[in-house]
């Protein structure tokens, strides 16, 4: 193989037969169940990271089910995701994910940076209640629940918090194990189209666990939820920081990760 091939086919591990094709990417029926809930803002601000700065001590614990999805198939994914901003720009920063399908789990950490592992999300309708559930091997770490339905959200409003900004830390290490790449980068849902949008009541219980610590934010208070149903495109990102770049090592004067 030649090295013009090589370059022009390495998008992508392993070489020869990667893991999941070009994008874009598009969701056909996304359904999200979305519970809001207040945490502890100095355990976020332990995990949050310069120069993102967070705006209030709460947490969006979601279950996300993907039964039609390009390149990736048919799965569920289950994770929290943090309110913050990034010079003035209000977005999400992802925190942890936890999905059962390996070509998202490749393509979402190596193209954008997807805090991603293996682990067995589900989320359904038991009779009268949206039920989500995140299981790490045998051990359950999550359990959310929301009465089905019971009123109807504003889709366009819905659609465009879908539109905000979202923020990862990518990093890939070195093959002598130092860091080669450790970036902030943005990314953006495309082409968004919700078709029902739904809240209710609704209940969040997370368990400790060594290797999925979704605990360590604890439920302190739940404030919301939502179940809503998109089709939409998952857009490529940029980088906005590179934490191993000269001049790029610290955050901006006067600026506070303090809510």
Not at 54 to 67: A, C, G, K, Q
Request: net charge negative; glycine share 8%.
């Amino acid at each position: 193989m030649k090295y013009e091939t090589v370059r022009a086919s390495s998008f992508a591990m392993p070489l020869t037969s990667p893991a999941f094709p070009p994008g874009p990417y598009h969701f056909v029926n996304r359904e999200y169940f979305i519970i809001q809930y207040r945490t502890d803002p100095e355990a976020l601000r332990r995990v949050v990271p310069e120069p993102l700065e967070l705006t209030e001590p709460v947490v969006n614990y979601e279950f996300i089910r993907m039964p039609d999805s390009t390149g990736f198939g048919d799965y569920t994914e289950s994770g929290q995701v943090i309110p913050v901003s990034y010079k003035g720009q209000l977005g999400g920063f992802t925190h942890q994910m936890f999905l059962n399908d390996h070509p998202p789990i490749a393509g979402g950490r190596e193209l954008w940076g997807f805090p991603k592992k293996l682990a067995q999300p589900k989320l359904e309708v038991e009779i009268d209640t949206l039920v989500g559930t995140l299981n790490y091997g045998s051990v359950r770490i999550a359990t959310g629940t929301m009465g089905y339905k019971h009123r109807a959200l504003d889709t366009a409003v819905e659609a465009s918090k879908l539109a905000a900004p979202n923020f990862l830390l990518k990093i890939i290490p070195h093959v002598d194990g130092t860091p080669r790449i450790c970036e902030l980068v943005r990314f953006h849902l495309e082409d968004i189209t919700v078709k029902g949008a739904w809240t209710g009541p609704s209940a969040l219980d997370l368990y400790s666990h060594a290797l999925a610590p979704v605990a360590e934010l604890p439920v302190l208070q739940v404030l919301s939820a939502k179940h809503l149903v998109a089709d939409l495109t998952l857009g490529l990102g940029s980088v906005v920081h590179d934490y191993l770049a000269t001049g790029q090592t610290e955050p901006p004067e006067g600026r506070s990760q303090k809510p």
